[in-house]
């Protein structure tokens, strides 16, 4: 059974830093890419990042380049999202996903979903 769970969502003030975790079980032997997703109030979801398996693919949406790093650690079987710089409208629940990825940009492609973190930045 694959289980993703998320870690690090919180609140801070605009310009600080958060560090995402997802730690995934069930999927050692997935080729799999992993990323995010968030979702802000009344908004539909969107995509945010993806690293293939083993990271030689990296994929960001064009609001976060040059502000989220995200990496993953296939020892630990987890991925992170490293969020510097950040606004008022990164302000969202933040969803960890697995899905191929050639079409991870694609909501409709992520083949597995965790429970999500809130990720709350004031102004």
């Known amino acids: 059974q694959v289980q993703l769970v998320e870690s690090g969502g919180g609140l801070v003030q605009a310009g600080g830093s958060l560090r995402l975790s997802c730690a995934a079980s069930?999927?050692?032997?997935?080729?799999?890419?992993m990323g995010w997703f968030r979702q802000a109030p009344g908004k539909e979801r969107e995509f945010v990042a993806a690293?293939?398996?083993?990271?030689?693919?990296?994929y960001y949406v064009d609001s976060v380049k040059g502000r989220f790093t995200i990496s993953r650690d296939n020892a630990k079987n987890t991925v992170y999202l490293q969020m510097n710089s950040l606004k008022p409208e990164d302000t969202a629940v933040y969803y960890c996903?697995?899905?191929?990825?050639?079409?991870?940009?694609?909501?409709?492609?992520?083949?597995?979903w965790g429970k999500g973190t809130l990720v709350t930045v004031s102004s």
């Open positions: 069930g999927l050692t032997s997935s080729n799999l890419g």
């Open positions: 996903a697995a899905a191929p990825i050639a079409q991870f940009m694609d909501f409709q492609s992520v083949n597995y």
């Open positions: 690293i293939s398996r083993r990271g030689s693919i990296i």
